[in-house]
């Protein structure tokens, strides 16, 4: 005898972090969630994509033993159904006749009821999804206790074509399952697709999406629900881990969701802090560091790294040092102090002259007779990043790197010194908003953040001028514009690509905008060996921007005849300080 359709049905929205190749653990989790499941009286529980198997998994996907694993756990995950217990909806990579595919499974009675496959598979950004997986048919729904359900994954809710094919063969809500990973404005995007979806297809639609850090990425959660008329019933906490509880039910005019949770959305500088805080926090649980240690210079960036690593980590797991030469002021021998007090850190100030003039006397013989110049600066920078290299070598936890995205962008960085380290948790962050954060962090941290409350990064570190210390009276600007204007020509340059003819009108000149540009193609070659970072702009330097370190294009900008650079340096080892190596 055929049970009756549901005409109420019940979820389980498991925003739960999930780790790329750990499959007994990504199973376990998943069995955890399903007993919160049952407890908040589910019928059915909802990972999100590629859940058993982490995503983004690349090539791992390609192994045979890594395929055999997902699919080993899936089976068990879907033994444990049999007890009568919540159904479950699961990612993994799903093999069927010798291809690869990414999958959704459908667990219920003790076995797996069906499977979907997604059919768009992204191929842009920091997607390569057609690298490693095939392509599934059109989907029409999977039946689950008389209720029709359309399992749309990810990429298929960007376009009409799989949910249109999903209402035209009957399906009664929208499931979709998601790994989208967090840049600053991306929740705008993902309810502008899922609106437009349910405009079309006049389907509920639940968005589920993947939390938590792998490498670069950041999946910021913040799941919601829309209803046939388009108003946005529940929200899920972003950047959080959350088990929530759905309740949909049919009416005359079809599903409704009548019940869900309703959670703050973080926008903009907010967002991005709490980006930065579960990147780093994820980066260093999940590859097993005790902790970090950071250079505390009396700087923004490293006293913003070193908020960020309290905040992710808890203050005991931070060690900062002070590593001080003869240029270091006693204003930076204060700030960093103040700052490390102020969060609680373990400090230590470690002088350098020893190291740099060791460095400095073994090359006497091959320097003989030449300037002094940049060279010497850098065994600075250097003899810092030895340092802080060896104290991670011989007590274990991980070097933060405290470079931004400004910095990156001009090659204004010593390679082999203060690009050293495992992780940059402000590699993405341009240096005028490295300034707001330290603002906002003075008033404001994220939920769950371990760090102190109150004002943590001292006022005379922000409203300094920023310098590297490495001369005399030096300051960035006596190599870089303003920061403001050097910020936004660089986000023209990176992030959207523009002509310089088009950069011009914004109020910089020609000349400036020439030679960010070829700044910019410069340093492509320091940026290939620096750390992995938080991605939280549109366009990342990593996965995102993938140029060549040999190129020799240049705009010509708003001249008509072809410009002559041969009177500006094209090598590394002839441009200005800081930037050559």
Same mark, same amino acid.
């Given at each position: 005898?055929?049970?009756?359709?549901?005409?109420?049905?019940?979820?389980?929205?498991?925003?739960?972090?999930?780790?790329?190749?750990?499959?007994?653990?990504?199973? $376990?989790?998943?069995?955890?969630?399903?007993?919160?499941?049952?407890?908040?009286?589910?019928?059915l529980v909802l990972f999100s994509e590629l859940f058993l198997?982490?995503?983004?998994?690349?090539?791992?996907?390609?192994?045979?033993?890594? =395929?055999?694993?997902?699919? $080993?756990?899936?089976?068990?995950?879907?033994?444990?159904?049999?007890?009568?217990?919540?159904?479950?909806?699961?990612?993994?990579?799903?093999?069927?006749?010798?291809?690869?595919?990414?999958?959704?499974?459908?667990?219920? /009675? /003790?076995?797996?009821?069906?499977?979907?496959?997604?059919?768009?598979?992204?191929?842009?950004?920091?997607?390569?999804?057609?690298?490693?997986?095939?392509?599934?048919?059109?989907?029409?729904?999977? #039946?689950?206790?008389?209720?029709?359900?359309?399992?749309?994954?990810?990429?298929?809710?960007?376009?009409?074509?799989?949910?249109?094919?999903?209402?035209?063969?009957?399906?009664?809500?929208?499931?979709?399952?998601?790994?989208?990973?967090?840049?600053?404005?991306?929740?705008?995007?993902?309810?502008?697709?899922?609106?437009?979806?349910?405009?079309?297809?006049?389907?509920?639609?639940?968005?589920?999406? =993947?939390?938590?850090?792998?490498?670069?990425?950041?999946?910021?959660?913040?799941?919601?629900?829309? #209803?046939?008329?388009?108003?946005?019933?529940?929200?899920?906490?972003?950047?959080?881990?959350?088990?929530?509880?759905?309740?949909?039910?049919?009416?005359?005019?079809?599903?409704?969701?009548?019940?869900?949770?309703?959670?703050?959305?973080?926008?903009?500088?907010?967002?991005?802090?709490?980006?930065?805080?579960?990147?780093?926090?994820?980066?260093?649980?999940?590859?097993?560091?005790?902790?970090?240690?950071?250079?505390?210079?009396?700087?923004?960036?490293?006293?913003?790294?070193?908020?960020?690593?309290?905040?992710?980590?808890?203050?005991?797991?931070?060690?900062a040092l002070m590593l001080p030469y003869r240029y270091t002021?006693?204003?930076?021998?204060?700030?960093?102090?103040?700052?490390? %007090?102020?969060?609680?850190?373990?400090?230590?100030?470690?002088?350098?002259? $020893?190291?740099?003039?060791?460095?400095?006397?073994?090359?006497?013989?091959?320097?003989?007779?030449?300037?002094?110049?940049?060279?010497?600066?850098?065994?600075?920078? %250097?003899?810092?990043?030895?340092?802080?290299? &060896?104290?991670? #070598?011989?007590?274990?936890?991980?070097?933060?790197?405290?470079?931004?995205?400004?910095?990156? &962008?001009?090659?204004?960085?010593?390679?082999?010194?203060?690009?050293?380290?495992?992780?940059?948790?402000?590699?993405?962050?341009?240096?005028?908003?490295?300034? %707001?954060?330290?603002?906002?962090?003075?008033?404001?941290?994220?939920?769950?953040?371990?760090?102190?409350?109150?004002?943590?990064?001292?006022?005379?570190?922000?409203?300094?001028?920023?310098?590297?210390?490495?001369?005399?009276? =030096?300051?960035?600007?006596?190599?870089?514009?303003?920061?403001?204007?050097?910020?936004?020509?660089?986000?023209?340059?990176?992030?959207?690509?523009?002509?310089?003819?088009?950069?011009?009108?914004?109020?910089?000149?020609?000349?400036?905008?020439?030679?960010?540009?070829?700044?910019?193609?410069?340093?492509?070659?320091?940026?290939?060996?620096?750390?992995? /970072?938080?991605?939280?702009?549109?366009?990342?330097?990593?996965?995102?921007?993938?140029?060549?370190?040999?190129?020799?294009?240049?705009?010509?900008?708003?001249?008509?005849?072809?410009?002559?650079?041969?009177?500006?340096?094209?090598?590394?080892?002839?441009? $200005?300080?800081?930037?050559?190596?």
């Open positions: 005898m055929t049970a009756a359709p549901l005409d109420r049905l019940v979820l389980a929205l498991a925003q739960v972090n999930c780790t790329v190749g750990a499959v007994d653990d990504n199973l $376990a989790r998943a069995r955890q969630a399903r007993q919160r499941a049952a407890d908040l009286g589910a019928d198997a982490g995503y983004p998994p690349e090539d791992l996907v390609l192994k045979p033993a890594f =395929q055999d694993a997902c699919r $080993a756990a899936l089976e068990d995950l879907a033994r444990d159904t049999s007890d009568g217990g919540p159904a479950v909806l699961i990612g993994l990579p799903w093999m069927q006749d010798g291809l690869c595919h990414n999958g959704y499974a459908l667990l219920e /009675g /003790g076995r797996i009821a069906a499977i979907r496959r997604k059919v768009d598979l992204p191929n842009y950004g920091v997607f390569d999804e057609k690298r490693v997986f095939e392509p599934g048919p059109a989907p029409g729904p999977v #039946n689950f206790r008389g209720v029709r359900l359309g399992l749309p994954i990810c990429e298929d809710i960007w376009a009409p074509d799989v949910v249109e094919t999903l209402a035209e063969t009957g399906a009664e809500i929208l499931l979709s399952p998601n790994g989208s990973p967090y840049w600053r404005g991306k929740d705008d995007e993902r309810l502008a697709e899922a609106t437009a979806r349910v405009v079309e297809s006049g389907l509920p639609l639940v968005y589920l999406n =993947q939390i938590g850090g792998q490498d670069e990425l950041v999946f910021d959660g913040a799941s919601f629900i829309v #209803n046939p008329d388009c108003a946005v019933v529940g929200r899920l906490p972003a950047f959080e881990e959350t088990i929530a509880r759905a309740v949909f039910e049919r009416g005359a005019e079809g599903w409704r969701c009548v019940e869900a949770p309703s959670a703050p959305l973080l926008c903009d500088d907010e967002a991005d802090y709490a980006a930065c805080v579960l990147g780093l926090r994820d980066y260093v649980q999940k590859n097993g560091f005790p902790g970090v240690v950071l250079g505390l210079s009396g700087g923004v960036d490293s006293a913003l790294c070193a908020a960020l690593a309290a905040d992710a980590l808890g203050a005991e797991k931070v060690h002021s006693g204003e930076s021998l204060k700030d960093a102090e103040d700052c490390a %007090r102020a969060l609680k850190l373990r400090y230590d100030v470690t002088p350098i002259a $020893a190291a740099v003039e060791g460095v400095e006397q073994a090359l006497s013989n091959l320097f003989a007779g030449t300037p002094r110049g940049v060279t010497e600066e850098n065994i600075q920078a %250097r003899a810092r990043g030895i340092l802080l290299m &060896s104290v991670s #070598n011989k007590f274990g936890p991980m070097l933060v790197t405290t470079g931004n995205k400004s910095e990156m &962008s001009v090659g204004y960085a010593t390679l082999y010194g203060d690009m050293n380290g495992g992780f940059n948790p402000i590699k993405d962050l341009y240096k005028t908003q490295v300034f %707001r954060l330290c603002h906002l962090r003075n008033r404001w941290k994220p939920e769950g953040a371990l760090g102190p409350d109150g004002v943590v990064i001292p006022e005379n570190i922000i409203t300094k001028p920023p310098t590297a210390e490495l001369r005399d009276n =030096q300051k960035d600007q006596d190599s870089l514009p303003p920061y403001d204007a050097l910020d936004d020509m660089l986000e023209c340059l990176v992030e959207k690509d523009m002509r310089i003819a088009e950069i011009l009108p914004r109020g910089h000149d020609l000349e400036t905008v020439k030679r960010i540009e070829r700044l910019l193609y410069l340093a492509e070659y320091k940026r290939r060996q620096s750390a992995p /970072g938080v991605k939280v702009t549109k366009k990342n330097f990593g996965r995102d921007r993938r140029y060549p370190i040999v190129n020799k294009f240049r705009d010509p900008g708003a001249q008509t005849q072809t410009p002559d650079f041969s009177l500006a340096p094209e090598s590394p080892a002839a441009s $200005a300080t800081r930037f050559e190596e």
